[in-house]
């Protein structure tokens, strides 16, 4: 069966440095792996995609790689700010049915 | 900026009440999607709707729940009797057809069954 695996344990780091989160599947083909960041009660907001022939791309103070090898996408935050704290969302995209999310990853930046 | 907007943010019912959550998708969008999100756990599909018909539903998604788009703006939830394991928020979502599949998401309502 499809899965999408993120790390379920809460990151925390200091302001400043660079937070590296985990995707991984399995049994999907993605044609774009999605990013989303979702605050305590609200929806989930898109923050940025890639695609499968894409191996990196970088969004102002994100960067996310995708690996379609090792079916992994990392979600990195240069110079993380403690309003980057929230938790990130990952979703496979394969265009032949809807989105469906991993559990996603807290992240919590100390000042 | 477009947005998509939800009412009511919050509802609080008894079991076995009839509940219709509403959404209003971004004006120019196709697709439209719930999802929900019990506390603390992932955000799961549920439905999704293209061209006045359901494209697609998760195992969730049972013959309690339907949806409907009755004018060109709305976009609605029902669930006919309402149990409590439906206490939830619930996420409507559009998307155009770029085919990236970026979803953009509403702010939610959330449901408490009593």
């Known amino acids: 069966s499809q899965k999408i695996e993120q790390n379920s344990e809460a990151l925390n780091i200091q302001e400043g440095k660079t937070a590296t989160l985990t995707c991984n599947y399995t049994n999907y083909s993605p044609a774009y792996l999605q990013w989303y960041r979702q605050d305590p009660g609200r929806g989930p907001v898109f923050l940025l995609l890639i695609r499968e022939n894409e191996k990196e791309k970088r969004k102002e103070r994100l960067k996310v790689t995708f690996d379609t090898t090792l079916k992994q996408s990392l979600f990195h935050i240069t110079a993380s700010q403690p309003a980057d704290s929230a938790t990130y969302l990952c979703?496979?995209?394969?265009?032949?049915?809807?989105?469906?999310f991993g559990s996603g990853t807290r992240l919590q930046v100390q000042p | 900026e477009p947005e998509v907007t939800q009412t009511p943010s919050h509802q609080v019912t008894q079991m076995g009440q009839e509940v219709i959550l509403r959404c209003v998708p971004i004006s120019n969008h196709l697709y439209f999607y719930w999802y929900r999100q019990i506390l603390g756990q992932k955000v799961e599909f549920l439905v999704s709707f293209y061209n006045n018909e359901i494209s697609e539903k998760s195992e969730i998604f049972d013959d309690q729940f339907s949806v409907e788009r009755p004018d060109g703006s709305n976009f609605t939830l029902k669930i006919r009797s309402t149990k409590l394991e439906d206490s939830a928020m619930y996420f409507c979502?559009?998307?155009?057809?770029?085919?990236?599949?970026?979803?953009?998401f509403g702010e939610g309502s959330r449901l408490t069954v009593l």
């Open positions: 979502a559009s998307t155009g057809t770029g085919g990236t599949g970026e979803l953009f």
């Open positions: 979703a496979p995209y394969t265009g032949r049915r809807a989105l469906t």
